[in-house]
């Protein structure tokens, strides 16, 4: 159980174009979501929490503008990086957890982002 | 702020041998989680702690929840070559909503 799916799993884009990264819990019902990026080498950087029909709450020094984040249903989140530029080229990851179950966070498999 | 450390940073073992690795905090915490992740893939959770001083296993593995609530560590008992990873220690506190990620330790194991 507490399966999470990510979609695409990896994606190649031009600079200046947006790019939307789905995570989904298939098998629970995640009340809060989180997107996390990763650099080579070095360790999770959380981005955000997204709570299920509100607002995301972002971490410090990441722009809500940039990334924008989308919680509508228990099962679906989305992040979309807007005007995407190489420096935005990462590992992105989410990451669920559901009502009862602490803080336990269940991951999905990241999505590779390229920006050319 | 929080701040997890984990040592070693990395090792490299023996196929067959026992892995020890710790993640220590100046902070307290209420949940000690233990992620592996493979590269290019997501952390897969390996084991949950929720109270000070409780000892969970999951196969070959076992963690322990300090007594502090500063501390963890996790064990892997005769490894085998699957075992090669990063292996990430995460600390919770309810009232935070989220958890705190240490810098890893990379495990290598020699056949």
């Known amino acids: 159980g507490a399966v999470v799916s990510q979609h695409p799993s990896w994606v190649i884009c031009k600079s200046g174009t947006s790019v939307k990264i789905e995570c989904r819990s298939l098998d629970f019902q995640a009340t809060t979501m989180f997107w996390y990026r990763q650099f080579p080498k070095q360790s999770l950087m959380l981005m955000a929490t997204s709570n299920e029909g509100s607002k995301a709450t972002y971490e410090q020094g990441v722009e809500k503008d940039k990334f924008l984040i989308n919680h509508a249903s228990l099962t679906l989140s989305t992040l979309t990086v807007t005007s995407a530029h190489p420096e935005d080229s990462s590992f992105y990851i989410c990451?669920?957890?559901?009502?009862?179950?602490?803080?336990?966070?269940?991951f999905g498999p990241g999505t590779r982002l390229l920006v050319l | 702020g929080q701040q997890l450390n984990q040592s070693p940073q990395s090792m490299f073992i023996q196929e067959g041998e026992d892995v020890s690795m710790n993640c220590t905090s100046s902070?307290?915490?209420?949940?000690w989680l233990w992620y592996k992740q493979d590269p290019g893939e997501g952390p897969v959770l390996l084991i949950a702690?929720?109270?000070?001083?409780e000892l969970t296993s999951n196969g070959r593995l076992t963690a322990q929840f300090g007594i502090t609530r500063k501390d963890s560590f996790l064990n892997i008992s005769a490894s085998i070559p699957s075992d090669v990873g990063i292996y990430f220690c995460?600390?919770?506190?309810?009232?935070?909503?989220?958890?705190?990620f240490g810098p890893g330790t990379s495990l290598s194991v020699i056949p």
């Open positions: 990451s669920a957890r559901f009502l009862g179950g602490g803080e336990t966070q269940y």
């Open positions: 902070s307290i915490f209420n949940t």
């Open positions: 702690l929720y109270k000070a001083g």
């Open positions: 995460a600390g919770g506190i309810t009232s935070y909503d989220k958890v705190i």
